[in-house]
């Protein structure tokens, strides 16, 4: 069976819609494609590439984002595409120069810390405020709403001035076009670089960089945060996370504490258990982790590819492993004796699945059964059961079972 | 399967009347071709060649064709089949300080009408039907044409649908016989200005050459393939008379009355080859009613591409078809329990990117536990060309293909 899907001939993609785009710096367009890999629509980029490969790119709900190399490879170009018209725009470049700043950018991934929400209220041509339904934590003097499209299929960009109280900012300068209730917002206050310089240094460096100020505002080291190919933006109740990929671990990072609060594993490993299958580009949609790889391991198989194809996982909690335990080990075959049994359950995250049913059996003879055979596990993903023993001496297996609903 | 037709040794077209037209600079001559390449009819120039045609038009009386000039300049010339010989009418020499003409793709925003009443001999004055379908102004050129005659007459000047003739016209005609016109050449150039590194697109006067509007863009620029004509497709805009140019593997449509100029659609074509990532460049287009026909050195049939030496058509319609369909499963990764399910949405879009709406979409899969329990029977579109369904797992722990499927009917 044939495992790849999408075939990008490209290390980088992004979705929408439930579709994978990419961009192709040899022809300057943008590809649409479904699950299967057809193309089914294209777009051409009013503006060139330049003809350097696309490292990575990001979508905000609104934008494209894409991070290409520069004029030397210590330097990177991120570039905001908006579709107008059935173009893709650039709207904004931003220029990481080595020979300019006293950095050096050695940037494979990025990610936008973008945040998507909707007017609470319409706005009229010419107003000078706009409310918005959530998202308000984020909003700071500088950001740039980008509203729209209205029902002429127009955006406006607008700064953000400071708060009117409650939901409401002042901008400033007028609105150049009238948008209805409810139609999307997006902004864009940072992005977030994985440099393998802080500074001119080299070290593994996490840079938080300022829209609004068009410069870098924090670095973070880590070794961990050097050569980074996958990254992306997510949020989830209430909390902001950096997400990145290192080895066969998702790793998510805080990004209002700069610490890395969960740790996914993912099954990036050749049958080996050693090989890594190297993520190029995540994505997240509805969920589930989509993961950009040129190699992938399916039931026992290894797979190479020499096209770029996505491989799934679920962010939502799920089952990933039970362990058995059982005390004592050794009991006489009495028709009387007990042995503690305990599943231990846990998900990707190695947190405790919670108040699933795990379904205890034996292979003993017919006098040796368990005695709770579906508990349900606790709070630290425990289930417990007790095993009597049979009549007959022999090895019994007990086995713990365990599947999931959701 | 030889898939040539045309085999045209210039990279341009333009059709008339069901026929594919070629300037050939080499023997001096307008050669016709029938759609399978048999050459119908040929016509001497009166006037020889010297460059090899980059880009044709007809705009239902006369033939343009675009040629380099000397640097940073462009000729368009404009001739007429007269007794079997293609007169050369005028020249149009595009050379300015001001501008670095460097072009591929041309075309004459024309319009065709037809006339309210019966005229007579003598006649200077006449009206259309309904509204002035684009600019005519006193010192173009209107052509009357039907079964028997052909004139073409200069304006003097025109008050809504009235057209008043500068001389009599010298036949009779009937009502709706056709009267036609042409107003600006519309050029893709690649130097906005005498700025080589940007692109823009020419509004050019087609009588008199000068430069009546520039408009810059990159999506102006590497245009090889443009025309101009009637478009009819998109439901919510009504009749547009349409820019045509193709970008990539996209036809752009831009509404030429629109300020300032704005796309209002585009057209995915197959013009990829089968690596699914190459461009197949195309040379220059023509449209015939609802059907474009774009010139090629390469085309990709069947998931194979084929190269030839010649350049040959390959048709595309402006007819709204199945084009593509999408297929998400949410979650798409489920416990295999037969219990868990997932969520099903596969999207029809026509090849302008629009929905298809009610249309039959039938889901399958390959897991020999799990099911379709949902919609797997066939469901319709909805208004967003969503159709919706409903997969239950198997008991294998096992890759599962979903398959949706959607027919053109």
């Known amino acids: 069976m044939a495992y790849d899907n999408i075939k990008i001939p490209y290390p980088s993609f992004t979705m929408s819609d439930g579709n994978f785009f990419f961009f192709n710096h040899t022809n300057n367009m943008v590809y649409k494609k479904n699950s299967k890999g057809d193309i089914i629509f294209t777009y051409a980029l009013e503006g060139s590439l330049g003809g350097k490969q696309v490292l990575s790119t990001q979508y905000d709900g609104t934008h494209f984002w894409t991070l290409q190399e520069g004029d030397s490879s210590l330097d990177r170009v991120i570039k905001k595409w908006r579709l107008e018209s059935y173009v893709y725009k650039t709207i904004d470049t931003i220029y990481l120069d080595s020979a300019s700043t006293d950095y050096n950018y050695e940037i494979a991934s990025f990610v936008n810390e973008s945040y998507q929400t909707t007017l609470s209220s319409g706005v009229s041509v010419g107003d000078s405020q706009v409310s ?76 938080k960089f300022s829209i609004k100020d068009d410069a870098i505002i924090s670095n973070t080291e880590d070794n961990d945060f050097s050569d980074v190919d996958a990254s992306t933006f997510y949020y989830s109740d209430n909390v902001s996370y950096v997400l990145f990929v290192l080895g066969t671990l998702l790793k998510f990072i805080d990004i209002s504490t700069l610490t890395i609060t969960k740790s996914m594993l993912m099954d990036n490993i050749r049958v080996n258990n050693t090989t890594v299958n190297v993520i190029k580009e995540i994505e997240i949609l509805d969920d589930t982790l989509y993961r950009l790889q040129n190699n992938a391991t399916y039931y026992g198989n290894d797979y190479s590819f020499s096209t770029y194809n996505y491989q799934c996982s679920p962010l939502r909690s799920f089952v990933d492993s039970v362990t058995m335990g059982t005390y004592p080990k050794i009991v006489p075959s009495d028709g009387v004796s007990l042995v503690n049994a305990t599943a231990v359950v846990q998900d990707q995250y190695s947190d405790p699945s919670i108040y699933k049913t795990v379904w205890f059996s034996d292979d003993d003879d017919e006098y040796g059964y368990m005695t709770i055979t579906e508990p349900l596990t606790d709070q630290n993903g425990v289930a417990r059961s007790y095993y009597r023993a049979g009549v007959s001496p022999k090895t019994v297996i007990i086995t713990a079972f365990i599947t999931q609903y959701d | 399967m030889a898939n040539e037709n045309l085999k045209f040794r210039k990279p341009h077209m333009t059709i008339v009347d069901g026929y594919f037209y070629m300037f050939d600079d080499d023997t001096d001559m307008l050669l016709a071709k029938a759609d399978d390449g048999t050459t119908a009819f040929s016509y001497p120039f009166d006037t020889l060649m010297s460059e090899t045609v980059l880009s044709a038009e007809h705009d239902g009386v006369n033939f343009w064709s675009l040629e380099p000039g000397a640097a940073n300049s462009m000729v368009i010339r404009r001739t007429r089949l007269e007794n079997y010989i293609c007169t050369l009418k005028q020249t149009v020499s595009l050379s300015s300080p001001s501008h670095h003409f460097n072009s591929e793709a041309f075309t004459v925003e024309h319009y065709h009408c037809t006339i309210s009443g019966a005229y007579s001999p003598g006649a200077t004055s006449i009206t259309i039907n309904g509204e ?226 009610a249309r039959l979409v039938y889901f399958t899969e390959d897991d020999p536990d799990g099911e379709i329990t949902s919609g797997g029977g066939g469901t319709n579109t909805d208004s967003k060309g969503e159709a919706a369904a409903v997969y239950r797992s198997g008991i294998s722990a096992r890759l599962v293909k979903i398959t949706a499927t959607v027919d053109q009917t």
């Open chain 1, 132 to 207: 918005i339904s959530s998202k308000t934590q984020f909003v700071i003097p500088g950001t740039v709403f980008t509203l729209g499209p209205n029902s002429d299929g127009l955006y406006e960009e607008v700064t953000v001035t400071g708060t009117l109280g409650g939901n409401t900012y002042g901008l400033d300068f007028f609105t150049s076009y009238a948008h209805e209730e409810d139609e999307v917002v997006v902004f864009t206050n940072y992005l977030w670089l994985f440099n393998n310089y802080n500074h001119k240094t080299s070290q593994g460096t996490l840079s």
């Open chain 2, 132 to 357: 002035m379908p684009g600019q005519l102004s006193g010192g173009m050129d209107i052509t009357l044409q039907n079964d028997t005659y052909l004139e073409t007459i200069t304006v003097q000047n025109v008050v809504a649908n009235v057209i008043t003739l500068t001389d009599p016209i010298i036949n009779s005609y009937v009502d709706s016989d056709e009267l036609l016109f042409y107003n600006y050449i519309w050029l893709f150039n690649n130097a906005d200005g005498t700025d080589d590194s940007k692109g823009a697109l020419y509004k050019i006067n087609a009588y008199s050459g000068s430069v009546v509007q520039k408009v810059e863009s990159g999506a102006y620029r590497g245009i090889n393939a443009c025309t101009f004509g009637e478009v009819d497709h998109f439901s919510s805009f009504g009749i547009v008379d349409s820019l045509m140019f193709v970008k990539a593997s996209n036809l752009l449509f831009i509404d030429i009355s629109s300020f300032p100029l704005s796309y209002y659609g585009s057209m995915a074509m197959d013009t990829i080859q089968s690596d699914d990532v190459t461009i197949i460049e195309v040379y220059d287009i023509s449209m015939k009613e609802r059907n474009l026909y774009r010139l090629q050195l390469k085309a990709t049939y069947y998931g194979s591409t084929s190269s030839w030496s010649t350049y040959n058509y390959q048709p595309a319609t402006f007819n709204p078809m199945v084009a593509s369909i999408s297929l998400e499963a949410s979650p798409n990764v489920i416990a295999a329990n037969q219990i868990s399910s997932s969520d099903l949405i596969a999207r029809v879009k026509d090849q302008f990117g629009q929905a298809i709406v």
